[in-house]
């Protein structure tokens, strides 16, 4: 679904699962990083475009996010053809 609304630019609300799935789906096919993947799916990607928040407990999840308000770093300045 992610990849059918990006390519026909159909309007998709990500929120949680739905936001996950998204990222990962860019970086796997615009990006070209096959193997990324949520930290919550596969703890041993290679390429972890979503963590898993530390503050959350596994063991409650669903309702228990603080969305917004977190510090995001960005470790790629560039884009891959060099623009800003």
Request: one cysteine or more.
């Amino acid at each position: 679904a992610a990849k059918f609304c990006r390519e026909n630019s159909v309007p998709y609300l990500g929120i949680c699962l739905g936001f996950q799935a998204m990222v990962v789906e860019y970086s796997r096919n615009m990006l070209g990083w096959e193997d990324a993947n949520s930290t919550e799916f596969d703890e041993e990607t290679k390429n972890p475009v979503v963590i898993f928040m530390p503050e959350i407990d596994k063991e409650n999840m669903g309702g228990t996010m603080r969305l917004g308000s977190r510090n995001t770093a960005f470790t790629h300045s560039k884009h891959d053809d060099g623009s800003p």
